[in-house]
């Protein structure tokens, strides 16, 4: 996590910063190399999926497994030094192009990403964040911190920095895809 968005350098300082690290690390936050079966983007909402809404148990999962999703391209494009192509957000969020593709388009008609013609390969896109899209992501990050610090609320001082430190130790050694 970088400072200056209310995260910490790692060093268990800040337990609510070093929880929300080490649960990024493992995926908890949604990092999906595939659904059932292993298939990237499966089980995502689609244009069947509109408009029956809670009419099958699974689709508050499949809207919110969404908006994780989105979260991850947005946090993928303001970490990026640059425009990434769709490509380049499927990889580092997970997921095949075709449903990066998709999240992209969300994110565009939501006004929190931005497409344009890639300028060296007028082939590709190339996609930026927004204004609108930074502050989307961190009011997102600011409710991760607080829904992390209130599962906090009930440890001492000392259980929280040692839960921080074990959960840190154990998202270090998480395998890696």
Request: proline share 5%; net charge neutral; hydrophobic share 35%.
């Amino acid at each position: 996590m970088r400072s200056g968005d209310g995260g910490h350098d790692g060093d268990g300082a800040e337990p609510v910063g070093t929880v929300e690290s080490a649960l990024e690390r493992i995926g908890a936050f949604g990092r999906r190399r595939g659904g059932p079966g292993g298939r990237p983007g499966h089980g995502a909402p689609n244009a069947h999926d509109r408009g029956h809404e809670g009419a099958h148990p699974h689709h508050g999962r499949r809207a919110r497994l969404a908006g994780i999703a989105r979260g991850r391209v947005l946090d993928a494009l303001a970490r990026a030094d640059g425009a990434l192509s769709i490509g380049e957000v499927g990889e580092l969020v997970g997921v095949d192009q075709p449903r990066a593709s998709r999240l992209v388009q969300a994110l565009v008609e939501a006004g929190h990403a931005r497409r344009t013609v890639d300028p060296v390969d007028a082939r590709r896109s190339a996609i930026m964040i927004t204004d609108a899209g930074r502050e989307a992501l961190e009011r997102a990050r600011a409710s991760r911190r607080e829904a992390i610090a209130a599962a906090l609320d009930g440890f001492s001082d000392e259980e929280r920095e040692r839960f921080a430190e074990l959960l840190g130790r154990f998202a270090a050694a998480w395998p890696r895809d």
